[in-house]
């Protein structure tokens, strides 16, 4: 196999890492990027917190709605404490994460590989290949 393109790494979401170039196959960024051209790589995790909110306010409404609101009596009254309170705790418990490959070249041009957690491994193998092929480079 010829040594300017070699096959390092392989992943059907994301794309190709080569010796010489990244070849990017995600769907918002495509198209080849040679490796000399690469000054940086990040991967960025950051928590959507719409769904925490959510439960949140919704277990503060089961709490306090049925209490001061409504005239509920007790045995009506318990099913909405119980499952106010477990939506209040899982409010905090609750985490989702998006992750965020940004690969900066050399021109300013930024390439972004948006995933969620559930792709997590792949884009942290991802990452993980394409900062070690960067480093054996210097």
Known sequence: MDTKTEHIHFDKKFGLITSNQLVL???TSKGKIPM????????????V???NIFLFVFSCVLLIFPAFVIEVD???????TILGLFLLIAS???????YRLEIEEGNQTKHFINTSQIHRKSIKHFHYLLIR???KRV
Do not use: M
């Open 25 to 27: 196959k995600a769907k």
């Open 36 to 47: 000399e051209s690469i000054e940086g790589v990040k991967l960025v995790k950051y928590r």
């Open 49 to 51: 917190l719409y769904t």
């Open 74 to 80: 007790y045995q009506n009254f318990i099913p909405f």
């Open 92 to 98: 905090f418990i609750h985490k989702f994460h998006f």
């Open 133 to 135: 092929k960067l480093s």
